[in-house]
């Protein structure tokens, strides 16, 4: 099972300010087809996941575009530009390269301080 | 529009049964694979089972291979996970959510709202 590790567990951040979380896979994630299935999704307090972010760095329709993703192989990264109030919740870096399972990090909370 | 509607969770015993439905509207669940997905509340997002466009192929988690089973009834474009010896590492809300097609497969661009099983004495 290919396991991922985010930090930080926690951003306080300050509105207008940017945020950076990181997403470490035990194992390359880039499947034998050449894609790279890292996804990035947002959990809003009492919300279903959504997906923000797929194949690493493509953004999802209606996704604003302060939200972006980068990285390679084993590491990879999800930037907010500019963190608006909306975008408090808690985001999971997931794979889908190796199944089965797909399998999430552990959450990052992003909080406004 | 895009809709996934859950139902069927609720209190039930260890060892007891229940089964979840998920109602799809707006698309046919022929034409996409499916997924269960539960969260422990305040924890993360786990895997539980998976069932292709045709349903001939269905995948479990290791922790519930054996006790759950996915289906589907195409006439009436519903998921369900019916859940057999249910035990209290069970409890979570179990989301449904919709695999990607074409372009997009290997993602979930659709979850239902959630419904939550509780198993305890």
């Known amino acids: 099972e290919i396991v991922l590790t985010q930090t930080p567990l926690s951003s306080p951040v300050t509105l207008g300010q940017p945020a950076s979380i990181s997403c470490k896979s035990s194992h390359s994630l880039v499947h034998s087809d050449g894609n790279t299935y890292l996804n990035w999704l947002q959990q809003r307090p009492g919300q279903p996941p959504r997906l923000l972010i797929y194949k690493v760095s493509n953004r999802f329709p209606g996704v604003p575009d302060r939200f972006s993703g980068s990285g390679a192989g084993t590491d990879f990264t999800l930037k907010i530009s500019r963190v608006e109030a909306e975008d408090v919740g808690v985001y999971y870096c997931?794979?889908?390269?190796?199944?089965?399972?797909?399998?999430f990090g552990q959450g990052t909370k992003v909080e406004i301080k | 529009e895009v809709q996934l509607v859950e139902s069927g969770g609720g209190l039930v015993q260890p060892g007891g049964s229940l089964r979840l439905s998920c109602a799809a509207s707006g698309f046919s669940l022929r034409s996409h694979w499916m997924h269960w997905v539960r969260q422990v509340p305040g924890k993360g997002l786990m895997w539980v089972a998976r069932?292709?466009?045709?349903?001939?192929?269905?995948t479990y988690a290791d922790s519930v291979e054996g006790r759950f089973t996915v289906s589907r009834d195409d006439a009436k474009n519903t998921l369900y996970l019916q859940m057999d010896s249910l035990r209290g590492e069970d409890t979570a809300v179990y989301y449904c959510a919709r695999e990607g097609a074409g372009d997009l497969l290997c993602l979930y661009d659709y979850w239902g709202q959630g419904s939550l099983v509780s198993v305890s004495s």
């Open positions: 069932i292709d466009g045709d349903g001939s192929s269905r």
């Open positions: 997931m794979q889908a390269t190796q199944f089965r399972p797909w399998t």
